[in-house]
């Protein structure tokens, strides 16, 4: 098998495209990471204008709405606040630092709405809280910092009330959506050997795991369809993975990354996050059944791109970060048109094309693909047990490295002719200029363990 140059570009397959025009919301984040913006159904925004580089050093909590622009909330006597999700009445939860001391790092959750201010939700008997999601009954879910997190739920009338994890162990669970239906889903620390599963939870039927592997669910609509990301056995791959359960409990994956919202009519959006790098390997996506997962292109490529999309409503509009390559990130709304000539953003299919299947995601149709099943994209070369830390470059014919490893030692009789034809593998990367000496010496390492 030839050992060719790397791929550094993913082919976009164009279909019928989707537009949206893009509204600046005026609201701003240093080195942004996906989630943190909101929208509800009359297309008010929440999100966290932040003032220094620093994460909290003065951050605070805002509203956008369309008529009046952006309003800076107060906080619960500190000198910062994060909102992170609004209901269709209006009421806005975060949490925020509730003293200016120098001294004091407590933070707590709050719920704010215009006729009421701030609450403060409290604690569980811990230095912070903070509030993740309400439903328009005003049920609100949030994590307390006790241990390595206990999630709760919240009421005006009865305050926090914690529930335990996936073991009964009160600690280790965060709680991060709610549906009109009381159902709570997030993830819970602890259970079996990839550490974290994803859960849904009430109070009639307890808790549920989601998945066996590492896993997080994210965001729940009314009809129990629940997103998140996974990675670890579910796949056999290492980067993390958009997922939809459906509502009877099925996984599926729509693609790399993380999926952050889903709105009634089963629409997800969110980040991919591949991490070879490329154009259109980072950055927001809309993901539709029978559709796909399509990318959110600017048509002014100048611009910048859209990073992450984090919220989607009911009439289809997606609020997410643009990157213009600076540090600063700025939030946006996108609001679909059917007027192709104003639009400022069409999608493109990226997973599935269903004339060019791919079935690893690594951006080479399986037509295409010599290795259309390629083992650990984007992870590092592992043989057997041992990772030898050493980047699994992936090559243009869509084989990687440990591709090319598993072949000879399905073509070799004895543990020593698999090292022997690791040896001279790694020394002809080595004079391609792929892997460093040292690089080459983990590899083999590992090789000769494999017995």
Known sequence: MAITSIIFALSIQSG?????????????????????????NSGVVVGTQAYEPQFNLGDRAVVWTPGGGVEELPTLGGEWSISLG?????????????????????????????????????????????????????????????????????????????????????????????????????SSDGVGAYGQHAFVWSEANGITDLSSAYSEALDINNAGMIVGRSNGSNFGRSQPEAVVWNPSGTMTAIGP????????????????????????????????????????RLLDASAGFIYSVD?????????GWLSTGSILHTAVLLTPTSDAANADVITSLLWPDPDNPDSDWDGIPDDEDAC????G???????????????????????????????????????????????????????????????????NRCARQSS
């Open 86 to 186: 609004i209901n269709d009445v209006g009421q806005v939860v975060g949490y925020s630092q509730v003293s200016q001391s120098s001294t004091s790092d407590a933070y707590h959750g709050f719920v704010w709405s215009s006729t009421e201010g701030m609450i403060d939700v409290g604690t569980l008997g811990s230095r912070g809280s903070r509030v993740e999601d309400i439903n328009n009954s005003g049920l609100a879910v949030g994590t307390d910092q006790l241990g390595t997190g206990r999630a709760f739920t919240w009421t005006e009338s009865d305050g926090p009330t914690g529930f335990d994890g996936l073991l009964g162990d009160p600690n280790g669970a965060r709680a991060f959506a709610v549906n009109e239906a009381g159902q709570v889903v997030g």
């Open 372 to 375: 259309p099943d390629s083992i």
């Open 377 to 443: 994209v984007d992870g590092t070369v592992i043989i057997g047990e041992c990772d030898s830390g050493v980047e699994n470059v992936l090559f243009e014919d869509g084989c990687t490295m440990a591709d090319l490893i598993q072949e000879i030692s399905d073509l070799s009789a004895t543990t020593k002719e698999f090292v022997a034809g690791t040896r001279d593998l790694t020394k002809a990367w080595k004079k391609q200029g792929l892997i460093s000496g040292k690089e080459a010496s983990r590899i």
């Open 257 to 296: 990354g993380f999926a952050y919202g889903v709105n009634e009519t089963g629409q997800v959006v969110g980040k991919r996050n591949v991490s070879r790098p490329g154009p259109n390997l980072i950055g927001g996506f809309l993901w539709e059944e029978g559709i796909g997962l399509q990318h959110l």
């Open 311 to 319: 919220a989607i409503n009911d009439s289809g509009q997606m609020v």
């Open 16 to 40: 019928g495209a989707a537009g949206f025009t893009l509204t600046d919301l005026g609201i701003t984040q240093y080195q942004y990471y996906g989630g943190g913006l909101d929208i509800n």
